[in-house]
């Protein structure tokens, strides 16, 4: 059975601060899928990454870094000099081959950005 | 432009009163599935459906029913709403079931059983 584990539900910061989103996650698969979404206060979700398994190597994206280490099983997610239109939701998700496209979401992490 | 399209955005109903959210997609995906969305458990799965014809249960499928009679559209159906069925719904499809591409996902249906 896969499981995505996001421990903390909220998190607020002031603008400019960085900010990391921790996410664990449980699978028995060898090959498997992370990915980030963003929901902001309007409802949609957005695609934020896609990581397969065998692809350890850390992303920056813009402000965007994401931190993959299977070692210790977590996807984590931060946010440098965030900005207000940072504030969202943010969810991991697992899919893992077993389960086909199957995505196990974890139960999110609201981040506010105070101006 | 490429996208997943739910209707309606927001439902207000009675307990009993069966009710639709339509889904359609233009991207040509094979796969589609249905998530609600619940304060503190993220995103869970109801129902999917690898093509046209083929559905099957994701981890929350009871009071719901789906059908998949064209590739593009994947209804919905609450036969008898019940206020625990309160909650937000998305749609999402996927270039094909077999691995994992990800999701494009719809605007979402805000739904309230009372």
């Known amino acids: 059975a896969q499981k995505v584990t996001q421990a903390q539900t909220e998190i607020s910061v002031v603008e400019k601060e960085d900010v990391t989103l921790d996410c664990v996650y449980e699978?028995?698969?060898?090959?498997?899928?992370l990915f980030w979404y963003k929901q902001p206060p309007s409802g949609e979700l957005v695609f934020l990454i896609r990581r397969n398994s065998f692809d350890e190597q850390n992303e920056i994206s813009g402000r965007y870094s994401w931190n993959f280490q299977k070692s210790t099983s977590s996807f984590n997610f931060t946010i440098t000099a965030s900005q207000v239109v940072d504030s969202a939701v943010y969810f991991c998700a697992l899919s893992g081959e077993a389960a086909g496209n199957k995505l196990t979401f974890g139960g999110g992490t609201r981040v506010l950005v105070k101006p | 432009e490429a996208q997943v399209t739910q209707n309606p955005r927001y439902l207000i109903t009675v307990t009993g009163k069966k009710l639709t959210v339509t889904c359609s997609q233009n991207m040509n995906h094979e796969y589609m599935s249905w998530y609600r969305q619940d304060p503190g458990l993220g995103l869970r799965q109801i129902y999917y459906s690898m093509n046209v014809e083929v559905t099957d249960k994701g981890d929350v499928p009871e009071g719901y029913k789906v059908s998949r009679k064209e590739k593009r559209n994947f209804p919905l159906i609450l036969e008898s709403p019940s206020p625990n069925q309160t909650s937000l719904y998305f749609c999402?499809?996927?270039?094909?079931?077999?691995?994992?591409?990800?999701?494009?996902f719809g605007s979402g249906t805000r739904l309230t059983v009372v």
């Open positions: 999402a499809s996927s270039l094909s079931g077999e691995t994992s591409y990800g999701y494009t």
């Open positions: 699978t028995r698969d060898t090959t498997y899928y």
